[in-house]
């Protein structure tokens, strides 16, 4: 039985057809050669130094105020940044506080704010000797002994506990309260106890009274049998400073059990003589036990 073979079809290409195939494989073959796109040019420490010392240059007083918010925005949005660069921008910010030292009190700041975040190592030293060694700008220690406890708290507690355990000489230092908190602040990035110390300057009754209202607030934020018993000290004491009274009842109003505070608070009551700190107390009894 003869079978009919049927050929295969012959595929009719059209000749446009074609050179457009080739020359879509040939531009194919013509981006392979081509070499990626270079990356992004890699940060500039110098200018952006430069450029931070421009954000931090305040506008003149007689500014309009949408000049003067500005400024700010851009100031809180450049240190923002630039604390997350690399060791070079703090380095580059050392050299431009030690070779050109700006006369700004808070541009010197900014540059010892960024060094101190971005490379520690190097600007500890810096903050140590701004903090203990009178001469600079008040304003510029001040910073340097917070930036201190911030960036390297166990040289922090070495250098700052000893000046707030003896006696203090505010011509020698920056302010006690500013020392304070930045002592308070390496020891809660250390998670240490920063009662005993917090206890002894909240009552003594000779510190300046801001630096022991700095200390009652802290000690309600680190509950414990030893604050405890300084808050009570100081809710009873009779220096005639109520302020820091007020601070030690709601210190103890948030740390204690309600039960411990009602009775604490109506024991204290009886026994106040204070009129007007009789009706403190009375305030707390009615919002929080009655």
Same mark, same amino acid.
């Given at each position: 039985m003869n079978f009919l073979r049927l050929a295969p079809p012959r595929l009719r290409t059209r000749p446009g057809a074609f050179l457009a195939l080739l020359l879509g494989l040939a531009t194919g073959l013509s981006s392979c050669d081509r070499s990626a796109p270079s990356p992004m040019a890699a940060p500039d420490p110098a200018r952006e130094i430069r450029e931070l010392i421009t954000a931090l240059t305040p506008p003149p007083a007689t500014a309009i105020p949408v000049l003067k918010s500005e400024f700010?925005?851009?100031k809180k949005a450049a240190l923002e940044r #630039?604390? #997350?660069a690399s060791p070079a921008h703090g380095l580059e910010a050392l050299r431009v506080y030690r @070779? @050109?030292?700006p006369t700004l009190p808070e541009v010197q700041s900014g540059l010892l704010d960024i060094a101190a975040h971005t490379n520690p190592p190097a600007t500890e030293e810096l903050l140590v000797k701004l903090t203990t060694t009178f001469g600079e700008d008040l304003?510029?220690?001040?910073?340097?002994a917070k930036l201190l406890g911030k960036s390297a708290p166990i040289r922090a507690i070495d250098v700052i506990e000893p000046i707030l355990r003896g006696k203090f000489d505010d011509r020698t230092y920056p302010p006690e309260e500013s020392l304070l908190e930045a002592w308070l602040t390496a020891h809660e990035t250390l998670e240490l106890d920063p009662v005993p110390l917090l206890a002894l300057v909240a009552t003594d009754i000779k510190r300046p009274m801001d630096v022991r209202h700095a200390a009652t607030k802290a000690l309600g934020r680190h509950p414990s049998p030893l604050s405890r018993q300084a808050l009570e000290t100081i809710l009873v004491e009779s220096s005639g400073n109520g302020y820091i009274r007020r601070l030690a009842l709601q210190a103890l109003s948030a740390s204690l059990p309600r039960e411990e505070f009602c009775a604490l608070a109506l024991k204290v009551q009886d026994r106040e003589a204070d009129t007007e700190f009789v009706m403190v107390l009375e305030d707390h009894l009615v919002k929080s036990c009655r």
């Open positions: 700010f925005s851009n #630039l604390r #997350l @070779e @050109e030292r304003y510029v220690r001040k910073q340097a």
